[in-house]
């Protein structure tokens, strides 16, 4: 009798790896905080959000997607932001997604500066869409959420310029991780 074995290109070490980035995108979502002068957001920018940019950028789309996904959506639970996991977990994680992708194609493997640079870019212009959508739906009110995009491309701009760097010396000494 043969046993039909699939092979997975989803291996033991990338279920290992992307429990550990997940764990990363939660630990620098819930206390990795920084106080800036921004009413919206009560002045509180997480670094969460430029550990989703390295992950994606130096594991790729399927990781980066998780890892923000399930990384950023137990903060919600875990923080009283319950109502927000569902669309955090979406938003979050089609941001990684979109990152890992464009930063990947064309064989660049998250090496590209300008690849890099737009999938941030493009990546943020859908979170303040995805997170506008979602104050829309929770708060019934379409002109509230306005108040949350500077806030939004804060935590954007914040993690393009740790992201980018800490994302590229990463890559150089991926091989060993």
Same mark, same amino acid.
């Given at each position: 009798m043969e046993i039909n074995r699939r092979k997975s290109k989803f291996k033991t070490k990338d279920m290992v790896e992307t429990a550990l980035l997940t764990a990363l995108v939660f630990v620098a979502t819930a206390f =990795?905080? =920084?106080r800036l002068p921004i009413l919206a957001t009560g002045g509180l920018v997480h670094l969460g959000t430029v550990m989703l940019f390295v992950t994606a950028i130096v594991f790729g789309k399927e990781k980066g997607a998780i890892a923000a996904a399930v990384g950023m959506a137990i903060f919600d639970l875990s923080s009283g932001w319950a109502l927000w996991a569902p669309f955090?977990?979406?938003v979050r994680g089609i941001m990684g997604y979109? *990152? &890992?992708a464009i930063a990947w194609s064309r064989n660049e493997e998250g090496n590209s500066i300008v690849l890099n640079l737009l999938?941030? *870019?493009l990546s943020g212009i859908w979170m303040i869409i995805g997170y506008y959508i979602t104050e829309g739906i929770l708060y019934g009110n379409w002109a509230a959420p306005v108040?949350?995009?500077? &806030?939004?491309v804060t935590q954007i701009v914040i993690g393009l310029l740790l992201g980018l760097p800490i994302a590229k010396v990463l890559r150089r000494y991926k091989k060993y991780i």
């Open positions: =990795i905080n =920084i955090t977990f979406i979109m *990152v &890992g999938a941030i *870019v108040a949350s995009i500077p &806030g939004n």
